[in-house]
């Protein structure tokens, strides 16, 4: 398979396909939604939560931190995450504007 052609695209455009593609996971929107809600978490409680084995759960949660969305503090031998407010804030912004309304007044598609 080719290169990506990712300089082809604005930075808007390439920061919006990194971010759908942290959230591509269902597990991943179940996480969010749980960290949302709890607004903090240990890592064994999430595993109940999910149903998933904890191999599975830590590697979604590590790709949800490297994308930046959850952050996450060691205590003793657990851990703890919660969402990073200010990656929160620009996944919101930048997906809101790439959902904006559009007129269907008039519209003669499909």
């Known amino acids: 398979m080719g290169a990506s052609k ?38 064994s409680t999430l595993v109940e939560e999910l149903g998933l084995a904890q191999a599975t759960t830590s590697q979604h949660l590590k790709e949800l931190k490297q994308a930046g969305i959850i952050q996450g503090s060691v205590e003793g031998a657990s851990v ?11 996944y919101k912004s930048l997906f809101n504007n790439f959902f904006k ?7 003669q598609c499909c």
């Open 80 to 90: 703890c995450y919660c969402i990073n407010p200010e990656v929160w804030k620009v």
């Open 6 to 43: 990712t300089d082809l695209f604005t930075t808007e455009q390439n920061e919006i396909a990194a971010m759908a593609k942290a959230l591509a996971h269902p597990a991943r929107i179940a996480i969010l939604q749980y960290l949302v809600e709890k607004n903090v978490c240990i890592t």
């Open 101 to 107: 309304e559009i007129d269907t007044t008039g519209q």
